[in-house]
């Protein structure tokens, strides 16, 4: 990390975050949680002007490439810069054209596109390659509800990721192989472990502080003319890989595929290729329906199946935690209470939220495999198929 990306990481790390907790207080000390004051307004000057100073001076060094790691933490701290401005209204893509942050869209563009990644910060710069210095990470303020929304939600990645890993090393070796359960195994205690984090992250998040303080940071904003949607939770691979290994989901079907397609430039270059290549791969829900033609009475198959099935069911509860749980409580219910629920740009992904729930519950019920009497393809019938051979 060159010598100016350092004074703007250290920025991000310091002054940045308590300027936007010093704007953040003041909101939340509103009736409406939208004052206009003249200490706010000074806030926001102060968090363009210090800004600004730091990125001209990264455009007037030249490249700043160093290699992957650090470029992409430049361009997450380029993007929380950027993501910001948005929270606090100083850009709002509607009343815009292009970017008024002229400066901080020709870097970020610049390092998106040399990257191979979107040009602003994506939700892996908040979780799985968020950088500690002496145990404190980077955030956007100083709540403690930010803290432990990324402190939750990191550990749940990194738990999908690890049930994602091991249905991957499957693929080898099939699915009657002996140490097909035990990987089997690996990927139902971590979905658990997904399930146990996110009760916590439910229990111990405030509703409001999120609605109002937190989630604002991840809404839709232009880059130079584009606007890009929000960063997602959900922006990494490997819930898609279980997605498509476990054969819940489907990479021919229409809707699943353009879901694909609009996150992979939010995902590191690395990720892609895992996704790109699960995508042509069988999964293990077809293996099982091929096998079982010709071995259903082998020893192996009830205990191999009936693991599968409760990888499948586990996954399936995730899914549902997340969207009766996350997505009703802290931003359903609350968008309703604050007449909010068709308010544009209140969304991460950028469609009006009775839309971005409609798809919610769509992608919801294809990872259950639910029954919806055929108003879109699910894996329903294989699923119950599968279980009548253990019966």
């Known amino acids: 990390m060159t010598h100016r990306a350092q004074a703007l990481d250290q920025w991000i790390r310091n002054d940045f975050r308590l300027i936007n907790s010093a704007l953040e207080e003041l909101y939340f000390a509103s009736p409406d949680h939208q004052p206009n004051s003249e200490a706010e307004a000074q806030l926001k000057q102060q968090l363009v002007d ?12 030249g490249n700043t490439d160093e290699g992957f790691d650090s470029g992409f933490e430049l361009l997450g701290n380029v993007g929380f810069y950027m993501a910001a401005c948005r929270r606090h209204d100083i850009t709002e893509p509607s009343r815009e054209t292009r970017s008024p942050l002229h400066e901080a869209s020709a870097l970020a ?12 910060f994506a939700s892996c710069h908040l979780e799985t390659h968020n950088r500690a210095v002496n145990g404190i990470y980077k955030t956007f303020t100083d709540l403690n509800d930010e803290k432990i929304f990324l402190d939750y939600n990191t550990r749940s990645v990194f738990a999908f990721i690890r049930a994602s890993e091991a249905l991957r090393q499957i693929l080898p070796l099939g699915v009657s192989h002996p140490v097909t359960y035990d990987l089997l195994l690996t990927a139902k205690t971590a979905l658990e472990e997904v399930y146990h984090y996110n009760q916590i992250l439910f ?20 880059v130079g003319l584009h606007e890009y949607r929000g960063a997602n939770a959900g922006d990494f691979s490997g819930i898609n890989v279980i997605d498509l290994l476990l054969g819940l989901c489907q990479a021919d079907d229409p809707y699943y595929s353009q879901l694909l397609v609009d996150k992979f430039l939010f995902m590191r270059p690395e990720d892609q290729l895992v996704l790109r290549d699960c995508m042509r791969r069988t999964s293990l829900l077809d293996s099982f329906m091929a096998t079982t033609k010709e071995h259903c009475h082998e020893p192996w198959l009830p205990k191999n199946l009936g693991l599968f099935l409760e990888v499948c069911h586990a996954h399936g509860q995730t899914a549902l935690q997340h969207h009766e ?10 968008a309703e209470s604050a007449a909010l629920t068709d308010a544009q740009g209140l969304t991460a992904s950028g469609p009006p939220l009775p839309v971005l729930l409609k798809g919610l519950r769509k992608l919801c019920d294809m990872r259950c495999a639910a029954d919806v009497n055929g108003e879109f393809r699910t894996r329903h019938s294989d699923i119950e198929h599968l279980k009548g051979l253990l019966r």
């Not at 210090?50 to 060094?61: F, M, P, S, T, Y």
């Not at 229990?203 to 232009?222: A, N, Q, S, T």
């Open 203 to 222: 229990e111990k998040l405030d509703i409001d502080r999120f609605f109002h303080c937190v989630r604002p940071y991840y809404r839709p904003h232009r």
């Open 109 to 120: 563009m610049q390092l998106g596109a040399s990257l191979g990644v979107i040009p602003r």
């Open 50 to 61: 210090q800004g600004k100073a730091l990125i001209v001076d990264l455009l007037n060094e």
């Open 325 to 334: 749980q996350l997505v009703n409580k802290f931003i359903e219910k609350p």
